[in-house]
């Protein structure tokens, strides 16, 4: 019949063309221009390519082909492993796991800074060298990581594949007592008999040297005689430093150690501590080292590897190219440019995008650190309305006093006056808890900070109970040693009345006056709840975000009951701040790492290892999307065998 002739002439056409050369596999910069021999040259066939000369070496671009991709591959599973169990040094962004490849061990793969745990995948990963420089990959590179790293890979070979730098919480608790480390107090303990080393030493870990002179830091660790042979240290006042051969091996110890540690604290808390001999323990490890290797193996592919992918939800971002700012992910617009929904007709852009981040910042707090706050009346975010920051009557985005955190949507803030009456918007305010607010965010320097936040969390109510505060236990806790950072004494009083002046009563001090001396950014109450104050949104949580982080190792390290190893506050403020700056600005960090957190809660990536309600923001849109989805499949059915039907009678009428 006429259409399978054309059709057989087609293949027949396809068959004969030419075709287009694969594309090598090989990195562009391994690949020399053709070589050109001399015509006398005997044997041509044979002779041996003369090598490129190194000006014709070109540097990666963006596009070129990646190479190692099956360690690629392994080593951002372990970064989505551990940030899916929340050993993530909190943010995602601090931290960091390498794996080095090659037969000399010079160059390592190793994440980009700015991208949340969650997000690495085997495209975005970097390889560099021992000195830092980006041969593959589009950066930038953490220069902490590199003076860590690069000398251990180099000096320990196959021995140190992989190396895992985290601050992973009940790990850093034993690494801020002064007996420190992990005991042999357990069974499973034991199998990492002989293996745990305890560095008391802090120094800093940053680029310039360290505190003990000017090597990198992972050239000094290699001296420490406590570490020598250690394949998993304790840094004091720091967190992790693990070592092993491979992947799978890094991520067994990673979780199990971890465990460990937390029945360690515990088993320290609540009873006399008593470890087992040193020759049960060298029995327990001979019997574990029968099975090790199929243990781990079996661990990451029972528990690891099936937990460990990633697929996108529509619109996501694939972590490839410029790192996004994380407004370009809220949903003003679907992924196939279909109509916007209803606040990005009616609203400004910036509003719409601050009404975002709030929501955002509300969802995030929720389940901060990966802990439940159930924040619920009593929290509050308001920031001025862009366009009226400085007009006579100022505008401000304020969250209801009626809904949760956990249940914040944009399109649920009101806007409200100075005097906190709504004046946009159907949620409640109540009046005199804003006007409260509106008092503290102008204290001390008018119009310095426009953001002002309120909240409970789990860790820092934990200290204000008892009367504590931030001690200087952990690098979590250094960026915080300032006097902007405070505890005020409440005496029992609501919000509202540590606000108001003491009337005569000589022994209150007003929450007003407290937070103006220094221009306080953060206050801790002694009743429960945290105060910030901020240049925005992504300021005051990142304030929030990081107290809570150094509360929780606190909290864990006192649990103890073992001395905690607390440095001096005056020789903290000399330490670098790893790119925080001082917390009284908003720093490039605080943006990434507000809007890496962002990225995940609103494109899903984390697939419901971070429950948020409601896919944050999302749901409503990838519901109207399954329905269209749906009804376009039974149109196109329909169309299906409209045309089947079609063909079937012509067939029936062509004459064979």
């Known amino acids: 019949m006429w259409w399978r002739a054309l059709a057989v002439a087609a293949v027949a056409r396809a068959s004969t063309a030419p075709r287009a050369p694969k594309p090598s596999v090989l990195p562009s910069f391994d690949v020399g221009p053709p070589v050109e021999l001399p015509e006398e040259a005997p044997h041509v066939e044979e002779a041996a390519p003369a090598a490129p000369p190194p000006e014709a070496t070109r540097a990666w671009q963006p596009g070129d082909a990646l190479s190692h991709l099956a360690e690629r591959a392994q080593l951002a599973s372990a970064f989505r492993a551990l940030a899916s169990r929340g050993l993530s040094a909190a943010s995602g962004l601090g931290n960091h796991l390498t794996m080095s490849v090659g037969p000399d061990y010079e160059c390592f793969l190793l994440n980009r800074y700015g991208l949340h745990w969650m997000e690495v995948t085997a495209e975005n990963l970097l390889l560099v060298d021992g000195n830092g420089e980006i041969l593959e990959g589009e950066g930038p590179a953490q220069g902490a990581a590199i003076a860590l790293h690069a000398p251990i890979h180099r000096e320990l070979g196959a021995k140190a594949k992989v190396i895992f730098h985290t601050h992973q919480p009940w790990f850093t608790a034993l690494s801020c007592i002064k007996t420190g480390g992990l005991r042999m107090f357990h069974p499973d303990a034991c199998i990492y008999e002989g293996r745990v080393g305890f560095d008391p030493v802090y120094t800093g870990?940053?680029?310039?040297?360290s505190l003990q002179g000017s090597m990198m830091e992972g050239e000094r660790l290699l001296r420490v005689p406590e570490?020598?042979?250690?394949?998993?240290?304790?840094?004091?006042?720091?967190?992790?430093?693990?070592?092993?051969?491979?992947?799978?091996?890094?991520?067994?110890?990673?979780?199990?150690?971890?465990?460990?540690?937390?029945?360690?604290?515990?088993?320290?808390?609540?009873?006399?501590?008593?470890?087992?001999?040193?020759?049960?323990?060298l029995n327990l490890k001979a019997r574990y080292e029968k099975v090790r290797d199929r243990s781990?193996?079996?661990?990451?592919?029972?528990?690891?590897?099936?937990?460990?992918?990633?697929?996108?939800?529509?619109?996501?971002?694939?972590?490839?190219?410029?790192?996004?700012?994380?407004?370009?992910?809220?949903?003003?617009?679907?992924?196939?440019?279909?109509?916007?929904?209803?606040?990005?007709?009616?609203?400004?852009?910036?509003?719409?995008e601050l009404r975002c981040d709030v929501a955002a910042a509300c969802r995030l707090i929720s389940r901060l650190n990966g802990h439940v706050t159930h924040e619920g009346s009593f929290a509050h975010i308001s920031v001025p309305l862009p366009g009226t920051e400085n007009s006579e009557?100022?505008?401000?985005?304020?969250?209801?006093?009626?809904?949760?955190?956990?249940?914040?949507?944009?399109?649920?803030?009101?806007?409200?006056?100075?005097r906190g009456a709504v004046v946009r918007g159907t949620g409640y305010v109540d009046g005199e808890t804003f006007r409260a607010f509106h008092r503290i965010r102008d204290a001390g320097t008018p119009g310095r900070y426009g953001a002002v936040l309120f909240s409970h969390t789990e860790f820092t109510d934990r200290l204000a109970a008892h009367g504590r505060r931030i001690r200087m236990v952990s690098q979590s806790a250094f960026n915080f040693a300032f006097d902007y950072f405070g505890y005020f004494d409440a005496w029992g009083h609501s919000l509202i009345e540590a606000c108001e002046d003491a009337d005569g009563d000589k022994f209150r001090e007003?929450?007003?006056?407290?937070?103006?001396?220094?221009?306080?950014?953060?206050?801790?109450?002694?009743?429960?709840?945290?105060?910030?104050?901020?240049?925005?949104?992504?300021?005051?949580?990142?304030?929030?975000?990081?107290?809570?982080?150094?509360?929780?190792?606190?909290?864990?390290?006192?649990?103890?009951?073992?001395?905690?190893?607390?440095?001096?506050?005056?020789?903290v403020k000399t330490f670098p701040t790893h790119g925080y700056?001082?917390?009284?600005?908003?720093?490039?960090?605080?943006?990434?790492?507000?809007?890496?957190?962002?990225?995940?809660?609103?494109?899903?990536?984390?697939?419901?290892?971070?429950?948020?309600?409601?896919?944050?923001?999302?749901?409503?849109?990838?519901?109207?999307?399954?329905?269209?989805?749906?009804?376009?499949?039974?149109?196109?059915?329909k169309e299906r065998y409209r045309i089947t039907h079609l063909i079937r009678t012509v067939e029936s009428l062509t004459p064979a």
């Not at 870990?205 to 040297?209: A, D, F, Q, S, V």
């Not at 009557?393 to 955190?405: N, Y």
């Open 227 to 281: 570490l020598v042979g250690k394949d998993l240290c304790f840094l004091g006042n720091h967190g992790t430093l693990q070592i092993a051969s491979s992947i799978e091996e890094a991520l067994f110890d990673c979780f199990n150690v971890e465990r460990l540690c937390k029945a360690q604290v515990y088993a320290m808390q609540s009873t006399r501590f008593r470890e087992l001999g040193r020759d049960k323990a």
């Open 510 to 571: 007003n929450l007003v006056d407290y937070v103006a001396e220094d221009d306080k950014v953060f206050v801790m109450l002694s009743h429960g709840g945290c105060l910030a104050r901020g240049d925005d949104v992504a300021h005051v949580f990142s304030l929030l975000h990081g107290i809570d982080a150094a509360a929780e190792i606190q909290v864990y390290a006192e649990m103890t009951g073992f001395p905690v190893m607390e440095l001096d506050k005056d020789e």
């Open 205 to 209: 870990n940053w680029p310039e040297g």
């Open 296 to 352: 781990v193996m079996n661990y990451y592919q029972q528990h690891i590897a099936k937990d460990a992918s990633i697929t996108p939800v529509p619109g996501a971002w694939d972590g490839v190219g410029p790192i996004p700012r994380g407004a370009e992910f809220l949903p003003t617009r679907r992924h196939d440019a279909a109509p916007l929904p209803f606040a990005a007709r009616s609203l400004s852009t910036e509003e719409w």
């Open 581 to 637: 700056g001082d917390f009284r600005s908003k720093s490039k960090r605080m943006g990434l790492n507000f809007d890496a957190n962002k990225r995940l809660l609103l494109c899903d990536f984390n697939h419901g290892f971070r429950d948020t309600g409601d896919s944050a923001f999302l749901k409503s849109e990838n519901e109207r999307l399954k329905k269209e989805n749906e009804t376009m499949a039974k149109l196109l059915a």
């Open 393 to 418: 009557e100022p505008l401000f985005l304020v969250t209801p006093s009626d809904v949760p955190f956990a249940a914040m949507r944009a399109s649920l803030l009101v806007v409200c006056d100075a």
